[in-house]
């Protein structure tokens, strides 16, 4: 990412909020949801890593170490995909607010990533875009305004949802974007 945000910004553009999600947690139901879902794939993993093992240690004959390299070789996807669904739900959520940065200038919210590359989008704040204030359980709130309307094989309307979760200002942001949309130009204010 720039070392500021206007070094991303068009001339006429002023900054009028800045901020990240909210440390810690946000989404323990979807994250204790994920780690059912993923514990019976780990510890079958496990198992058959456990069992392929024995058998490449045991040392019998030919056949069993086969059986135990083919056994071990096929546990890996289930530990990995299981491990992810266990562990690595948690640690992305904790990681989320330190590697994720959000901007609001008269013109558009910026989305600034850091995980294994760096990512920033961009989505234009128009007098007719769509606004959503979604306010979450855990006390911080998610306004959403850039939405891909896109259609599954079945014919089923799917549509995603971008901008800026998990934040403590959640009502001062929408109230933004509400005043740049009625022709209103807000001052800036630092998240």
């Known amino acids: 990412m720039a070392d500021r945000w ?8 002023r900054l009028l909020w800045k901020g990240s999600p909210a440390p810690g947690v946000m989404h323990w139901g979807q994250n204790i949801l994920f780690t059912a879902f993923g514990t019976p ?8 890593a456990y069992t392929g093992l024995g058998y490449v240690f045991g040392m019998k004959g030919f056949g069993e170490i086969a059986m135990g390299i083919f056994l071990t070789a096929f546990s890996v996807p289930f530990i990995s995909v299981g491990g992810a669904m266990v562990f ?18 008269n013109k558009a919210g910026y989305v600034a990533t850091s995980f294994w590359n760096r990512n920033m989008d961009v989505f234009p704040v128009l007098d007719d ?8 359980r855990n006390g911080t709130s998610t306004v959403y305004f850039h939405f891909e309307e ?3 094989s079945d014919g089923d309307q799917l549509t995603s949802k971008k901008g800026f979760s998990d934040i403590g200002e959640g009502h001062l942001v929408y109230r933004l974007i509400r005043d ?3 022709g209103e130009m807000p001052g800036p204010i630092d998240g």
């Open 6 to 13: 206007e070094d991303w910004f068009d001339d006429s553009e």
């Open 41 to 48: 794939f780990l510890g079958a993993g496990l198992v058959c």
């Open 88 to 105: 690595g739900v948690w640690i992305l959520d904790r990681l989320k607010a330190s590697r994720t940065r959000y901007a609001l200038t």
């Open 129 to 136: 875009t769509r606004i959503e204030l979604i306010e979450n």
């Open 150 to 152: 896109k259609r599954d």
């Open 180 to 182: 740049l949309q009625a």
